[in-house]
C-alpha cells in the first residue's frame, strides 16, 4: 500500500472544506459569490510582515486557523437557536473557513517565522521556484 503525503492529504481535505463552504452558502440562501466578496479581506492579515516576520507569521497564522472562524460560526449557531438571528455572522465564518481552505488547498500553509514563503505544507512563491534544499517536501 503506498506512503500517504500528509501534505497531500492536508490539501485534498482544503478542497472537501472549501466544496461544503459553498454548499452550505448555497443551502443558507446566499450567493456562491459572496464568498468570492469577501475574500480578500481575510489576507489583510498579512499587514503584520510590515512589522517583521515574526510578527507577520503570528498575524497570518491568527488568521488562517480554522479556530476563530469555527468559533464565530458557533456563536452564530448558538444565536439562531436562542431566537437572533445574526446570519452575517454565519456568512462571515463560513466565508472565513473557505478562504483558509482555498489558500491550503493551494499550498498556502500556516507561516514559519523564517519569512512568508516558508509554510507548514512547504514553501511557496520565489523560494519554491528556486528550489531551496532547506525543504524536503
Given at each position: 500500500m503506498p506512503q500517504l503525503n500528509p501534505v497531500a492529504a492536508q490539501r485534498v481535505e482544503a478542497v472537501a472544506v472549501a466544496a461544503l463552504a459553498?454548499?452550505?452558502?448555497a443551502a443558507a440562501g446566499y450567493p456562491w459569490w459572496s464568498l468570492l466578496a469577501?475574500?480578500?479581506v481575510f489576507d489583510l492579515s498579512?499587514?503584520?510582515y510590515l512589522r517583521?516576520?515574526?510578527v507577520g507569521a503570528v498575524c497570518y497564522n491568527?488568521?488562517?486557523?480554522?479556530t476563530l472562524p469555527a468559533a464565530l460560526g458557533a456563536v452564530a449557531v448558538a444565536a439562531a437557536a436562542s431566537g437572533d438571528r445574526i446570519d452575517w455572522?454565519?456568512?462571515?465564518?463560513?466565508a472565513w473557513a473557505f478562504h483558509i481552505a482555498v489558500d491550503r488547498a493551494l499550498g498556502y500553509g500556516l507561516k514559519t517565522t523564517e519569512g512568508f514563503e516558508h509554510t507548514h505544507l512547504g514553501l511557496i512563491g520565489k523560494a519554491r521556484r528556486a528550489?531551496?534544499?532547506?525543504?524536503?517536501r
Open positions: 459553498v454548499v452550505v452558502t469577501l475574500f480578500l498579512m499587514l503584520g517583521g516576520p515574526r491568527v488568521a488562517h486557523s480554522y455572522l454565519g456568512v462571515l465564518a463560513v528550489g531551496s534544499s532547506t525543504d524536503e
